[in-house]
């Protein structure tokens, strides 16, 4: 379903890869649960492929200090689409500068890049940049709201509503046989099976502990992440969003107690190849 009826932008480098050497690539541009930490930004994952015609780079939300990072590790006019798992700060107010970049850059206004998100995305940002809802964003940007399987490129992003207090969407997203589950935010839910069932690599966040008085609907604790793990039969278990406030080992070895496969800790800068 769309907002409005902008167009994916056009496609650039052609390259030949060979079956053998496709691969899907997961960097951890940001990670820190539900505001900024010393060592990285709130929640962003750069999701890439290469098949028979270009690289393809997907954003996995957008939160604080999540673009400066990102220019790290790919030209932020090359990005395809951005899905935004739901409108919390700390996963989507970096929108607003990344409408700043593709609305004034030196090579002239941007073409639209879609941007997936839950209903009221596109109102959601023009209000956090102040900008009146008509135009707001939409003309830098394509608003959708998650609805159908999408496919973009190699990819197909499956999104499944989970437990949080706003509308929010964990994605299951497949490319070349290998599949990336991320849930979003959210409290204990039966759709973290179906986001994660047999995937090669399951983002998942962890932002309470099991010894504190857990508000219902909110978050996972540590065990409750490896439990998650374990039920949909992951290959890897990458524990992510872990509030700056907690100790994340403490976090970390909760998710290892519950699940017995490769288990890490989200780091920014790290690189996954699927």
């Known amino acids: 379903m769309s907002e409005d009826n902008g167009e994916i932008a056009p496609e650039t480098t052609v390259l030949r890869v060979p079956p053998a050497e496709r691969s899907v690539k997961v960097t951890v541009v ?15 994952y750069l999701v890439q492929a290469t098949d028979a015609l ?10 604080n200090g999540a673009l400066g990072a990102l220019q790290r590790y790919v030209d932020p006019l090359q990005v395809d ?12 107010v970096d929108m ?30 023009a209000k956090a940049y102040d900008l009146p809802r008509k135009p ?17 490129g190699p990819f197909r992003i499956e999104p499944y509503e989970v437990d949080h207090p706003v509308p929010a969407y964990g994605l299951r997203i ?3 046989g290998k599949v990336l ?23 998942c966040e962890a932002s309470f502990r099991s010894c504190d008085d857990n508000p219902p609907s909110l978050h996972l604790t540590g065990a409750e992440a490896g439990e998650a793990a374990t039920k949909a039969a992951v290959k890897r278990l990458v524990v992510t969003h872990v509030p700056p406030w907690h100790d994340a080992q403490t976090i970390f070895a909760e998710a290892e107690s519950a699940y017995d496969g490769p288990t890490e800790l989200a780091a920014q800068g790290t690189v996954y190849v699927l």
């Not at 689409?81 to 989507?92: P, Q």
């Not at 700043?100 to 596109?122: C, F, N």
């Not at 589950?181 to 983002?203: E, H, K, M, N, R």
């Open 136 to 152: 707001g964003m939409k003309e830098e940007f394509s608003f959708r709201v998650y609805d159908e399987p999408i496919e973009i």
């Open 96 to 125: 607003t500068s990344y409408y700043v970049l593709r609305k004034y850059h030196p090579t002239g206004s941007q073409p639209k890049i879609p941007v997936w998100g839950p209903k009221g995305t596109a109102k959601r940002l």
């Open 54 to 63: 270009r690289t393809w780079s997907l954003v996995l939300d957008m939160g």
């Open 30 to 44: 940001g990670c820190s649960g539900s505001y900024p930490g010393p060592d990285s930004p709130a929640s962003c």
């Open 181 to 203: 589950a991320y849930s979003g935010d959210t409290g204990p839910t039966p759709a973290l099976l179906d986001i994660a069932a047999d995937a090669d690599l399951f983002l």
């Open 174 to 176: 497949s490319a070349f």
């Open 81 to 92: 689409a951005v899905f935004i798992s739901h409108l919390h700060a700390d996963h989507c």
